[in-house]
C-alpha cells in the first residue's frame, strides 16, 4: 500500500480538525461576551469581566508553558514588549469589545472584526513596508461595502437610539485598531525568537493587570456575578476561548501557512451570526443579506489576494 495514502488522510485531520474547532470556538466567544455584559444577575461592569477573563487566561497559559517546559522568565526586552502587547490587545482591545457589545447584537461585531486583515496590512505598509496588492485593496472595498450595509440594517432597526448603535460602532472601531496595532507587532524579531506561550502568558498578565487598575478606578472595588453561567462564561472565554484556540492557530499556521489559516476569519463571523439569529432574535432583511454576503465576498478576495506568494 502507498504510505502517501495512508498519511494522506491523518495530515488532513490535522488541518481540518483544528480549523473547525478554532472557527466553531471563536464564532462563540462573541454570544458568550454578550452573556457577560447584560443577561440578567448583579450588573458587572465589563473592565471586570475582562479582568477575570484575562488573570484566569493568564495563570493558565503560564500552567501550559510550564507543562511544555519552556523556560517562564523572560529577558527585559522580552518583557517590555510583552506589557504593550497586553495593553492594546488583552486590555484595550477587549475593554472596547465588551462596551461596543452593550450597544450592537455579537454578530455584527464579529463581521467587523473579521476586517482585521485591512488594518492589519495598512500598518504592516507603513511600519514594515510590506506590499499591498490591488486584488486585496478590491477585495478589502467590497468587504467594506458589505459591513456598512450591515450597520445602516441595524441602524435602522435596532431597538435602542440611533446615536447608541453609532457609539457602539465606534467602540467597536477602536477595538479593531488596537486588535490590528497588537497583530502588527508580532512581526517584531523579538515575538519570533522568544517563546510565544511565554510571551503571551506576561502579556495576558499585563492585560489583566491593567485591566483591573482600570476597573478598579473608574468603578470601584470588584463586582462579581453569583450566577453559574456567568462564572462558566468567564472559564470557557479563558480556557477555551484563549488557551485552548492560540497553541492551535498557531499549529494551523505552521501547517498551511498564515494566509490559508486566515481563512478563519471568514468562518467565525458566519458562525456568530447564525448564533445571534437564534438567541439574540437578530432580524434579517434583504439588505443585511446582501451586507452579509458582500462582506464575506470581498475578505474571501482579500485573503486570497494576501496569500499569493510575492
Not at 132 to 145: E, H, Q
Not at 291 to 309: D, F, I, S, T, W
Request: proline share 5%.
Amino acid at each position: 500500500m502507498n504510505a502517501g495514502a495512508e498519511t494522506a488522510p491523518a495530515s488532513q485531520a490535522g488541518v481540518v480538525f483544528p480549523f473547525l474547532l478554532i472557527t466553531l470556538i471563536w464564532g462563540s466567544t462573541w454570544l458568550v461576551i454578550r452573556d457577560q455584559i447584560g443577561s440578567g444577575g448583579v450588573a458587572v461592569p465589563p473592565s471586570w469581566s475582562v479582568t477575570y477573563r484575562f488573570a484566569v487566561a493568564a495563570i493558565a497559559m503560564f500552567a501550559s508553558a510550564k507543562a511544555r517546559g519552556l523556560p517562564l522568565i523572560l529577558d527585559r526586552q522580552a518583557l517590555v514588549f510583552a506589557a504593550f502587547l497586553g495593553v492594546s490587545q488583552f486590555s484595550l482591545n477587549f475593554n472596547f469589545v465588551y462596551r461596543s457589545e452593550i450597544y450592537l447584537t455579537s454578530g455584527l461585531v464579529a463581521v467587523l472584526y473579521a476586517l482585521l486583515i485591512v488594518p492589519n496590512s495598512l500598518f504592516g505598509w507603513i511600519w514594515f513596508r510590506q506590499p499591498v496588492t490591488r486584488a486585496f485593496l478590491i477585495g478589502s472595498g467590497i468587504a467594506l461595502a458589505g459591513v456598512a450595509l450591515l450597520f445602516l440594517h441595524e441602524y435602522r432597526v435596532s431597538a435602542v437610539d440611533p446615536s447608541r448603535v453609532l457609539l457602539g460602532i465606534g467602540f467597536a472601531l477602536a477595538g479593531l485598531l488596537c486588535a490590528s496595532a497588537s497583530n502588527v507587532i508580532q512581526g517584531m524579531e523579538i515575538a519570533r525568537t522568544r517563546p510565544m506561550l511565554v510571551l503571551l502568558a506576561w502579556a495576558m498578565l499585563a492585560g489583566s493587570a491593567v485591566d483591573g487598575l482600570y476597573a478598579f478606578a473608574t468603578t470601584g472595588p470588584p463586582v462579581f456575578d453569583p450566577r453559574p453561567a456567568y462564572a462558566l462564561g468567564i472559564l470557557y472565554l479563558a480556557l477555551i476561548g484563549s488557551v485552548v484556540t492560540f497553541p492551535l492557530y498557531f499549529l494551523l499556521i505552521q501547517r498551511v501557512g498564515a494566509g490559508r489559516a486566515a481563512y478563519t476569519g471568514v468562518l467565525t463571523p458566519v458562525i456568530a451570526m447564525l448564533l445571534s439569529t437564534l438567541f439574540e432574535d437578530y432580524r434579517w432583511s434583504l439588505l443585511a443579506a446582501s451586507g452579509g454576503a458582500l462582506a464575506m465576498l470581498g475578505m474571501v478576495v482579500a485573503l486570497r489576494a494576501r496569500a499569493r506568494p510575492a
